[in-house]
């Protein structure tokens, strides 16, 4: 069993930057791979990043590329995304969620999760 809790959501003008984090626990983390959605309300869950469970290979979602980052410390079960160069279409409730799988196809699918957080809310407002 993996439980995850994000934090870190807030309100921040475009252009800035804010850093998620996401909490795990469970023994067995460290092998799942993770990654990070976002939903705004009446659309699916989007794929933003993700990582492998080796922490070796990252993937990001196009709209994102060059600005957000991923990243997983095992030690501290945690998993980040350092978001910067902010924009109004980033607005929404990021999720986080472990996969058992590290393939690039596989974790952009948000059907393909075991387990999920319950959410942050970002709000990108000037």
């Known amino acids: 069993q993996v439980q995850l809790v994000e934090s870190g959501g807030g309100l921040i003008e475009p252009g800035g930057s804010l850093k998620l984090s996401c909490a795990t626990s469970g023994r067995t983390f460290y092998s799942y791979a993770t990654g990070w959605f976002r939903q705004t309300p009446g659309k699916e869950r989007e794929f933003v990043a993700a990582i492998t469970s080796s922490g070796l290979r990252r993937f990001y979602a196009e709209s994102v590329e060059g600005r957000f980052t991923i990243s997983r410390d095992d030690a501290k079960n945690t998993i980040d995304l350092q978001m910067s160069s902010l924009k109004l279409e980033d607005t929404a409730v990021y999720y986080c969620?472990?996969?058992?799988?590290?393939?690039?196809?596989?974790?952009?699918?948000?059907?393909?999760?075991?387990?999920w957080g319950r959410g942050t809310q970002v709000t990108v407002s000037s």
């Open positions: 969620g472990a996969a058992a799988y590290s393939d690039s196809n596989y974790l952009s699918r948000p059907g393909n999760y075991l387990y």
